[in-house]
């Protein structure tokens, strides 16, 4: 099981306006050992201003890849701008900081063709069977599915629905900014421009997970790759695509899924922090 090698002193009070009444608190949580990789995970977790230490009120819980970057997309601020609208019930946010990203990151039932993602299945181990049994002890998180959602951008957004998809019983909503669907198992194929994509495959021949939601973000300027010829970037071809495999797996646009297409948006955390409140409020919002 993993643990803590050391906690960072105390924590950090992220404070704002006194109009705005409201401060973030964050518990950096440095060298968390897991028994299935290396790599010594430092993590945040930014708890809302009427978090309860005692226990007393419970919180639903969003886990976030590649938690270096929260100070980029503006987390702490956004956070507290939506708790003080009231638009999202307190919730506790994990930012998990990449380790070996093209490793750990990535579909845990296989690499791609190049062997990255090759230890994508322990960060899955790790995520499902050290960190969030750990973090169930130490916080009040709800129990359920529907309490708890994954997100993550690039890389990380292709390893935060494949972590959602494998297991649905803890996770029940994905939200994946500017995802790597071209995932591959095989090398690039003019006769064949769209095959091997990993995550469609996964799609196409795994059942139905009754309750799971998913949110998408491409940006219109993500990429300029288009590499079956039909006019679409890439990024955005290969989400939609994904998405119309989820309709045929049985999931409704309507109800389960939400797609959100940013003009002029770039693969860059300035675009998908602009798009952070949305998401939060899609996911959580009351």
Known sequence: MGHLDKLA????R???SKEQRHSLHIHRLRNFRSGYLPTRFSIDVFLPPDYDASGVGRFPVLFFNDGQDMEAVRL???LTALYTSQQIPSLIVVAIHAGERLQEYGTANRPDYRNR???ARFYTKFIVKE???????TYPIREGAQHTAFAGFSLGGLSAMDIVWNNPKLFGKAGVFSGSFWWR???FCQDDPDGGRIMHELVDTGYHRPGLKFWFQTGT???TDDRNGNGVIDSIDDTLDLIERLKDNGYHHKHDLHYREVKDGIHHPHTWGAVLPEFLVWAFGK
Not at 9 to 12: A, F, I, K, N, T
Not at 131 to 137: A, Q, S, V
């Open 131 to 137: 960190l969030f049994p750990h973090l169930k002890k």
């Open 185 to 187: 198992h095989c090398d």
């Open 117 to 119: 993602g090759s230890k």
């Open 76 to 78: 702490a601020e956004t």
């Open 9 to 12: 002193p105390g924590h950090q």
């Open 14 to 16: 992220f404070e704002f």
């Open 221 to 223: 300027m993500d990429e």
